[in-house]
Structure formats: structure tokens, C-alpha cells
């Protein structure tokens, strides 16, 4: 059966939705010790899409080969990614294999040096993560970006 992309954009739209759902839902759990390096760590490795969300005047990328770990302490979950010469952790819930992350990112904007926390939302469906946010470069000037992770575990 041939699925077209109008079908495809509302079954991820539909996906998003529960993900952020599930997310707001089980913000208020406990928080247990923090994952111990290498603890419970699953390597993966895939693309980060970026998506112009704003008005800036730069391009979408191509997506950007990456790879990542994850490690897990209860409810507390961390993601490191690696790829295009950048690094990013993020630190969150997991419920279920549904997930909440913040980062922390770094930026400039008008000539100003800038730290910021966007929020993840993503899962792990069997072999394969999947997690997208919004990066807020420099939202005065409308550099705003959705990033769209898909991993798989090496």
C-alpha cells in the first residue's frame, strides 16, 4: 500500500502529539540517582534534520550524520549526541520508552553570546529513537529550527 506525504505528515503530527501528551503527563515523577557513566549505555547512530521554523535567512540542512548514547537510572534519562564537529547533552525523564529532555545550547546572536535550553520530546520504538524540539538560535531575528533526530542502536 503507497502511503502519500500528506498521510505520512499527519501520522508523525498524530505521533508528536501523544509523545508530548505522555511527556506532560509524567512530569511530575520521582527523580532517582543519576545514571553512573556507562551505566545501562546503548550506542545508536543515525541523521539530525534541521528544519527552518523561523524567518531567518538560512537554508535547511542536509540532514547531518550523527552518533549518540543513551544511558538510564530509573525515571532519569541522558542522551549524548556527536556529529558535525558538535556536541549536545541532554538530561530528562523516560517513561515507558517515552521521553523528556532538555539541552543545553550555546549561541550567538547579535554579536551577544547566548545559553539556552531547548526541550526534546521523543521514544524508543525497538531498535530505533526518535526525538525532535526546537532550537531557538536567535529568535529576534526569527533563527528558529525544529531538529529532527532519528537514531538506531549500533
Not at 545514571?35 to 549505555?41: A, Q, V
Not at 537554508?59 to 556536541?87: E, R, V
Request: charged share 15%.
Amino acid at each position: 500500500m503507497k502511503i502519500n506525504n500528506n498521510m505520512k505528515n499527519i501520522a508523525l503530527n498524530c505521533v508528536k502529539l501523544l509523545i508530548l501528551i505522555a511527556a506532560l503527563w509524567g512530569c511530575g515523577g520521582g527523580n532517582d540517582a543519576a545514571p553512573k557513566p556507562n551505566s545501562n549505555e546503548i550506542q545508536w547512530t543515525g541523521t539530525k534534520k534541521i528544519i527552518q521554523a523561523g524567518n531567518c535567512n538560512t537554508l535547511d540542512t542536509l540532514p547531518i550524520n550523527l552518533t549518540a548514547s543513551t544511558a538510564q537510572a530509573g525515571n532519569t534519562f541522558i542522551i549524548k549526541t556527536i556529529g558535525n564537529n558538535a556536541y549536545h547533552t541532554f538530561n530528562g525523564n523516560i517513561n515507558n520508552d517515552l521521553f523528556t529532555v532538555v539541552g543545553t545550547f550555546y549561541g550567538n546572536c547579535n554579536g551577544e553570546n547566548r545559553t539556552y535550553y531547548p526541550v526534546f520530546y521523543g521514544s524508543i520504538v525497538g531498535e530505533n529513537l526518535y526525538m525532535s524540539g526546537v532550537d531557538t538560535v536567535c529568535p529576534s531575528y526569527g533563527c528558529i529550527f525544529r531538529e529532527v533526530f532519528e537514531l538506531r542502536k549500533k
